[in-house]
């Protein structure tokens, strides 16, 4: 079992930037693929970001590709999102997850976290 807890979110003008954080407690951290979803009312969860157990692999979503930067910190069971020239359209809810196997999708993983809101508006 791991806990994940995010934060970091909050309101934030276009062009500007944010860093989330999902602090993990519970089973070795290392062991785990994690990523970052996220999730706007009455649409499906979406996949942004994931890294590898070595942090030597990561994918992103295009539609953040060349803005977000996923990393882990294993020593203190940490896992971030720097989300740099936000657009509105990145407003949403924003969920850190644990998996066993390198994934994108959802129901790939199997632990997540209670979701932090990011809100980009002017």
């Known amino acids: 079992q791991v806990q994940l807890v995010e934060s970091g979110g909050g309101l934030v003008q276009p062009g500007g930037s944010l860093r989330l954080s999902c602090a993990a407690s519970g089973r070795t951290f290392s062991n785990y693929v994690l990523g970052w979803f996220r999730q706007v009312s009455g649409a499906e969860r979406e996949f942004v970001a994931a890294?590898?157990?070595?942090?030597?692999?990561?994918n992103f979503a295009d539609s953040v590709k060349g803005r977000f930067t996923i990393s882990r910190d294993d020593a203190k069971n940490t896992l971030y999102l720097q989300m740099n020239r936000l657009k509105d359209e990145d407003t949403a809810i924003y969920y850190c997850?644990?998996?066993?196997?390198?994934?994108?999708?959802?129901?790939?993983?199997?632990?997540w976290g209670q979701g932090t809101q990011v809100t980009v508006s002017s």
């Open positions: 997850a644990a998996a066993r196997t390198y994934s994108w999708y959802p129901n790939s993983y199997a632990f």
């Open positions: 890294i590898s157990r070595t942090g030597s692999v990561t």
